[in-house]
């Protein structure tokens, strides 16, 4: 069994770093929320008293992290040039393809080997150990990290080169998204003409528009297998984290000069959603309620003012003909 260091112990790292321990390693486990590593400890993992101590000795280092700036951090400032230049360096947060690639880089100048490994599985995957990783790395590199990465997921899947992980990551939630909002459309129409909701499920998840935010993840309460629509949309992907991807998936966009109109229009209703009408920390599905207008935004949340009398929903939020809207919020 290996010493592996785990920084990044939220909602995800906290049952990615257990299975590890559960499966016999030796995790030394740091995050700056007390509550966090006390968890950790009652779930096996040894707790550090920094980052840098985390690291100090390790055969594996596993970073869990909410943007590219605390990866840039972390790596830079406590594990390049602390951990053994020996240790594989696996990075599984969804970050941007650019800063990936950078800090790649920076550990292969330094002697080390580093993958990007991003998840799909939301928390139950990772309490369950059935998390799929898209990794990003060499050969070399992958070769080194699967057998980390295996016991966290059901699939770990050599993406291609640095950086290639977040690309598959962010290019995966961006259909997503996309795919989620016209699920959610659809139902809200269908119900408009008079289809009951299972009726339509029943029809649709066999017919050609059958798609994954449908027949696994319904948007609708009481429709299909259970999904946090029948928990008042709590728990499983919030909003915010949604919208998160599909910016970084817009930013990859521009910087390739790739055409992404749904993506676009994708991340622009999730801005109003998660943004604007206070649906962050609502499960992404829940998107529903503002297109079909029943969502009631919490008290200081910060819609566009709509006209005097007008419901702030979806249908009267939309742009203007030739406004290029709020992409750039």
């Known amino acids: 069994m290996a010493r592996i260091a785990f920084i990044g112990l939220g909602n995800m790292g ?52 909410p943007a590219g700036k605390h990866v840039r951090d972390v ?29 790649i880089e920076k550990a292969r100048a330094a002697g080390y080997l580093m993958v990007d490994a991003p998840v799909s599985g939301g928390i139950a995957a990772a309490e369950g150990g059935t998390l799929t990783f898209m990794v990003g790395g060499t050969d070399e590199a992958f070769a080194r990290a699967e057998p980390f990465l295996s016991v966290m997921g059901k699939a770990v899947i050599h993406a291609g080169s640095p950086g290639s992980g977040q690309a598959a990551k962010i290019c995966n939630n961006m259909l997503l998204g996309a795919s989620m909002v016209a699920t959610c459309e659809t139902f809200v129409l269908a119900q408009k003409l008079g ?17 994954w ?9 009481g429709v299909g297998p259970e999904t946090p629509a029948d928990r008042n949309y709590e728990g499983g992907f919030a909003a915010a984290l949604m919208l998160k991807d599909l910016r970084l998936a817009m ?39 503002m297109i079909d207008d029943s969502w009631k935004a919490p008290e200081g949340s910060n819609p566009a003012a709509p006209p005097p009398g007008m419901k702030i929903g979806y249908s009267n939020q939309m742009d203007t003909p030739g406004d290029p809207g709020d992409l750039d919020d």
């Open 251 to 289: 930013e990859a966009a521009q910087s390739v000069d790739a055409y992404t109109p749904m993506g676009a229009h994708a991340e622009e209703l999730y801005t109003r959603f998660a943004d604007r009408l206070g649906g962050a920390g609502k499960d992404f599905s829940g998107i529903i309620k």
């Open 195 to 211: 289809l009951d909701p299972q009726t339509f499920f029943d029809i649709a998840s066999k017919a050609s528009g059958q798609c």
């Open 213 to 221: 935010s449908m027949t696994s993840y319904c948007p609708v309460p």
């Open 14 to 65: 906290g049952g990615m770093a257990a299975n590890l321990a559960k499966a016999g390693h030796d995790v030394r486990a740091f995050d700056l929320s007390a509550e966090a590593l006390d968890r950790a400890k009652e779930r096996g993992c040894l707790v550090a008293g920094s980052a840098a101590e985390a690291v100090a000795e390790a055969e594996a280092v596993v970073t869990m992290l």
């Open 75 to 103: 790596y830079e400032s406590s594990v390049i040039g602390t951990a053994p230049s020996s240790a594989i360096l696996m990075d599984c947060s969804t970050i941007d393809v650019a800063t990936a690639r950078e800090e």
